[in-house]
């Protein structure tokens, strides 16, 4: 790894605390609105801006100009989540859209190659991240609906940074290769399927919108037919990494989440199944995407870092697979159980995050828990 950021874990702690509020917000059955703004502008953004910082320049082998801005936009999205959390919406806004402009021209600003597929697909995800932060206080005020700037959020953001690397990471840990035909042909179909999705949520008509939806999955399934195709096209027997099979997990959450999308669009059930919506795809698919690329890339990063400080340690001591391998399961079965409860709502929706969160503290112990016993020891040693 060539460059390593210096303000991506802070960025990293900031997501998890998004995460962790937001999981406080919807056990008390808050307004959705608190949730969602939260998890998806709160967590996912800000869990993406951290590897954004880390794979952009690595992607150019240059180092990120001009690092100071990096630390002024994490503050001001500090600020922005401390907003989110007093409901603070409309304020908030505009502090937002400020800073994922400046977070915008700041990482383009080291682009110089765009000729490889994940370059291509991390831009565009850029480009949807900034209009999504303009869409964000114009629905405080009232000209476009909140869903719009969620959507282009979740779908424009963080889709196409989610298709782009791993694109790039499942061949490359899974030692098979990628026609790269396919991954040109995905970006293009990004590029002509999401506009018209979106353009019918700032209608807010849910019969457009979910005739519209048509779009996007078509552009998920042709996705999930890619990394199917790596998979299927194996040379000999393979045993699949441990980071590939928390994204394999979370692919499997995606076309449901879709098409629970597409039923309480086209049958008027926004109401009742909004919240399985968000537990699908937010929750389910994008979180543990999350857990996926944290396990990753979180070691590495640690590993350059202790060996610029003296201290010789190997990858594989900065991870505890072990349990993240047993976690795996419950994973699974906590989002099913947030499913459920969210499902049958009354009470059970004030239990339904619990396991969920549990897992969650025990995943960041099999990622975190080492560097500390490492420091340790080495520190009794010298």
């Known amino acids: 790894m060539f460059y390593i950021s210096k303000v991506s874990p802070f960025f990293f702690l900031l997501a998890i605390t998004d995460l962790f509020v937001s999981l406080v917000y919807k056990s008390l059955n808050a307004n ?93 995800s850029n480009l949807y991240f900034l209009l999504s932060s303009i869409f964000l206080p114009l629905s405080q005020m009232g000209y476009v609906p909140l869903q719009l700037a969620i959507h282009t959020l979740t779908l424009g953001f963080m889709l196409n940074a989610v298709m782009g690397t791993q694109l790039a990471w499942i061949p490359m840990l899974y030692m098979e290769p990628l026609n790269i035909k396919y991954g040109k042909y995905l970006f293009y179909t990004s590029l002509i399927s999401l506009p018209p999705f979106l353009l019918a949520f700032y209608t807010l008509n849910y019969r457009l919108i979910a005739l519209a939806s048509f779009l996007p999955a078509v552009l998920i399934a042709y996705f999930l037919w890619i990394i199917y195709s790596v998979f299927s096209n194996r040379r000999m027997p393979k045993e699949i990494p441990l980071v590939v099979r928390y994204f394999i997990l979370g692919m499997f959450f995606l076309p449901f989440g879709v098409l629970v999308g597409v039923l309480m669009a086209g049958e008027n059930l926004v109401s009742f199944l909004i919240k399985v919506h968000m537990d699908l795809l937010v929750y389910g698919f994008t979180a543990t995407t999350i857990m996926g690329g944290i396990s990753h890339l979180n070691p590495r990063m640690l590993y350059n870092w202790l060996q610029s400080r003296g201290i010789n340690v190997s990858i594989q001591e900065l991870v505890d697979e072990s349990l993240l391998r047993k976690l795996l399961p419950y994973v699974a079965i906590s989002i099913a159980w947030m499913v459920f409860c969210d499902a049958l709502g009354s009470y059970f929706t004030y239990f339904s995050a619990i396991p969920y969160a549990i897992v969650w503290l025990l995943f960041l112990k099999g990622v975190f828990g080492q560097i500390s016993k490492l420091t340790r020891s080495n520190g009794q040693h010298e």
């Not at 240059?62 to 603070?88: D, H, Q, R």
């Open 32 to 124: 959705t609105q608190f949730v969602w703004i939260i998890a998806v502008f709160g967590f996912i953004a800000h869990t993406i801006m951290s590897a954004m910082y880390q794979l952009i320049p690595n992607s150019q082998n240059m180092s990120l100009k001009f690092p100071f801005i990096s630390y002024f936009v994490f503050l001001l999205s500090l600020l922005t989540s401390l907003l989110f959390y007093a409901g603070w919406f409309y304020y908030a806004s505009y502090i937002y859209a400020f800073t994922s402009t400046l977070f915008f021209f700041h990482v383009l600003s080291s682009v110089r190659n765009w000729q490889p597929i994940t370059v291509k697909f991390l831009g565009l």
